[in-house]
């Protein structure tokens, strides 16, 4: 592509991919909810659901009202509005998405992945009893696969070609990986530095492309994960 990282936007890649045999099946949203719901009421300013979402480093805020699920306000909903004003007077109610799916607590999370990976929401509300019980996040469910997949995958006899790489690119503010890296090395940094993808750079540091978090969720969705490397799940199209 011929381009130096600066920034980027991305398209999502709507190629699934291959690998093996973990599935969420057997676990529900209890498994791996957030407890200690992070939410806002909806008569709260807007200015202190950024500040909220800031410091919880979530993407998204479920709104309540006396307790039950109102709307959810997204980073999206926030950023809709700062492009038309430098700042967000009224309150959450005025901003939220009420358009909103959930899941209950015993909800299978093989249908709360499935889901995420097709939803323009990176989270998703829990109710238990009708009530706002937590939030699952895209991240929280790579989190999820990582520690039940992690023990079976402590093969220390490849060493990773991208570790010099990242180190060097993270002195100066980038969290970047090479496309010959293998694949739960990007789940690590993402769920590590709560981001939401990584640019996929040669050893120049050209832009080849962006792995996102919901390129791994897919992967891990179709049961296709084995010893796959970066490149065989980034997104390519990278504008």
Known sequence: MGKKLLTLSTADDPTAHLADSFSYSPFTARNIIRHGAVSIDKQAPAHEAVSLMLEEHVSGLPVSDTGLLAGILTEKDLLRTLLETSYLPGIAAD?????????????????????????????????????????????DLIRFYRQRTQGDRNDTSRTSPSKTQVEDAMTLGLVTVLPDARLEQAMDLIVKHHITGLPVVDREMILLGIITEKDLLRSICVSKYTDCLVEDLMTREVL
Not at 104 to 124: A, H, T
Request: proline share 4%; aromatic share 6%.
């Open 95 to 139: 901003y939220m998405s009420r358009d909103v799916i959930s899941f209950d607590m015993e909800d299978e999370l093989s249908n709360i992945s499935s889901n995420l990976v097709v939803s323009p929401f990176r989270c998703v509300p829990i109710l238990l009893e009708h009530k706002i019980a937590g939030t699952i996040s895209r991240i």
